[in-house]
């Protein structure tokens, strides 16, 4: 299996658009999870979803962010617009079974807003 | 606990030797843990995990030890390389639910 796989490696837009991340994560995973990565706060986790389904969003820091994850091989997440603050290396995590077990990273998503 | 990566701890050890990387966890009632070992660019990666049945667990060329009494964990690297050098995270299943928490974090350094 190739892992979990995000797009894109890197991704420096300008405050005020649209940047959707995208993630496929190894298949027969039942989690998928989204997490920030800063110097100033560590890992966080954003939003996590079981078979699909949204289950826990409390860490999605504001309205601007979304997440979605249409079938069991793909999801995105959204922020709309964007700021500086949101500058911050984003992964994609998934687990097989019921949660709280080994999550599987992804190489993450290097953002920088300017 | 929480991760906070203000200020990362950080561990430096003398190619060849054994490091040793320990890790406070919060809740009680987590039964699940695992070391992360992340180096710069890349995600966290598995190396290791233990159940709360147990006390030490071995993999190749890493040992877990697991002290539930004063909830403690630790990561021992025999023989440390190079390659070892990186963040090493340790996270617990805390409530038990669907997530995993993250420690902050102890950057392995090794020096020449």
């Known amino acids: 299996d190739a892992g979990v796989i995000q797009s894109p490696r890197h991704e420096v837009t300008e405050m005020g658009q649209e940047v959707t991340l995208r993630c496929k994560p190894i298949s027969g995973h039942d989690y998928l999870f989204w997490y920030r990565q800063t110097m100033m706060r560590g890992l966080e986790l954003l939003i996590y979803f079981n078979n699909n389904v949204p289950i826990d969003d409390s860490g999605m820091p504001e309205d601007r962010f979304s997440a979605k994850m249409p079938n069991a091989s793909f999801s995105t997440l959204k922020i709309q617009p964007s700021e500086p603050r949101d500058s911050a290396v984003y992964f994609c995590?998934?687990?097989?079974?019921?949660?709280?077990?080994?999550?599987?990273f992804g190489p993450g998503t290097r953002l920088l807003v300017l | 606990g929480e991760s906070v990566g203000l200020h990362l701890p950080t561990l430096s050890v003398q190619e060849g030797d054994n490091s040793i990387i320990n890790c406070a966890y919060s809740n009680s009632a987590s039964d699940y843990f695992i070391w992360y070992k992340q180096e710069s660019g890349k995600g966290p990666q598995f190396i290791i995990d233990?159940?709360?049945?147990?006390d030490k667990r071995q993999g190749q060329r890493v040992t877990v030890l697991l002290n539930k009494t004063v909830k403690h964990l630790s990561l021992q690297i025999a023989a440390t390389q190079p390659g070892d050098s990186a963040v090493y995270f340790c996270a617990e299943n805390g409530n038990r639910d669907d997530k995993i928490i993250f420690g902050k974090g102890t950057r392995l350094h090794i020096l020449p």
């Open positions: 233990i159940r709360s049945n147990m």
């Open positions: 995590a998934s687990s097989l079974g019921q949660g709280g077990e080994t999550q599987y």
